[in-house]
């Protein structure tokens, strides 16, 4: 399928899952606002690489998804918006006696809050086109929990409530909002979870791996970052454009259990 002509605004995709959801995107011909909080060359040297590798137009614009502010800027400076990818997060693993309450503001913020901020700018540009998708990258604890993620599991059980209110708010215009729910997917935010949670359970690194984190993916493998952008092009086919307000699981069967 194609996209060209239409432009993807991905938050948080400098790295991990973002990048690789920008790049699958590009690649089937959309052309990619890419973003992070940071604003150095290779930033926007990224961005350039894209634009070449798969001949589309790529920008990187600068935009903190802490600041509603900076959220709301990031759909208006990108002027355009067909397809939106809520995807920027961060993570703190720690017992809720210990969980830093700034690091609980900061999670419900990065992700959760961010996404009601730019779906609220977006959705009056795609009623104007008449046509558009919004993805939240939610994962399988919107669906689910564990112990010490309280922060995190929160944010994305409500990502998926969200995704399913913006669906409804949306059922009669060409306009759907689903959530992606991946399992373990190894990028920069797992890797640095290793050692909490090494530091949690007193296990060594692969024991963490195969114990902890893959323990709860039956599959025991970790998911891609070029399986979540599939099913991100996936959700922009006409295909799915009766798929709304609805979770898609990406996740080896950790949620069947
Ligand atoms: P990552 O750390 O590689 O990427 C996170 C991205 O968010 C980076 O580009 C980072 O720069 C950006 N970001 C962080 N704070 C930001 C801020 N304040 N403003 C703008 N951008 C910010 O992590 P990832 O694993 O690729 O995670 C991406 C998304 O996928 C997250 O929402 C995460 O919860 C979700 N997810 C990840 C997994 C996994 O196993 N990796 C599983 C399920 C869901």
């Not at 690091?103 to 779906?119: E, G, Q, V």
Request: net charge negative; aromatic share 6%.
């Amino acid at each position: 399928m194609t996209l060209s002509g239409k432009t993807a605004i991905v938050t948080g995709s400098n790295s991990g899952i973002g990048l690789g959801v920008a790049e699958t995107l590009a690649q089937a011909g959309a052309n990619v606002v890419l973003n992070s909080f940071t604003d150095r060359p290779e930033d926007h040297a990224l961005a350039a690489r894209i634009a070449k590798d798969h001949n589309i137009q790529a920008r990187y614009i600068q935009a903190d998804m802490s600041r509603g502010e900076d959220c709301r800027a990031l759909i208006e400076k990108a002027g355009a918006c067909d397809i939106l990818v809520n995807n920027a997060g961060i993570q703190h693993v720690a017992a809720i006696e210990d969980f830093p309450p700034e690091k609980w503001d900061a999670i419900i913020a990065i992700n959760l809050s961010s996404s009601f901020h730019t779906i609220a700018a977006a959705l009056p540009m795609m009623r104007i086109a008449g046509w558009g998708r919004v993805i939240n990258i939610a994962s399988a604890h919107g669906l689910t929990a564990s112990p010490y993620k309280v922060a995190y599991v929160a944010a994305k059980h409500g990502i998926v409530g969200l995704s399913k209110t913006v669906g409804l708010e949306t059922a009669e215009d060409p306009i759907t909002c689903n959530a992606i729910c991946p399992g373990y997917v190894l990028t920069p935010l797992v890797e640095a979870q290793i050692p909490d949670t090494m530091k949690e359970y007193g296990m060594d690194r692969e024991t963490v791996i195969k114990e902890v984190m893959l323990a709860r993916q039956p599959s025991r493998e970790f998911a891609t970052t070029g399986q979540v952008g599939e099913t991100a092009v996936f959700l922009c086919s006409d295909a799915a454009a009766q798929i709304t307000g609805t979770t898609i699981s990406i996740d080896g069967g950790w949620t069947a259990l």
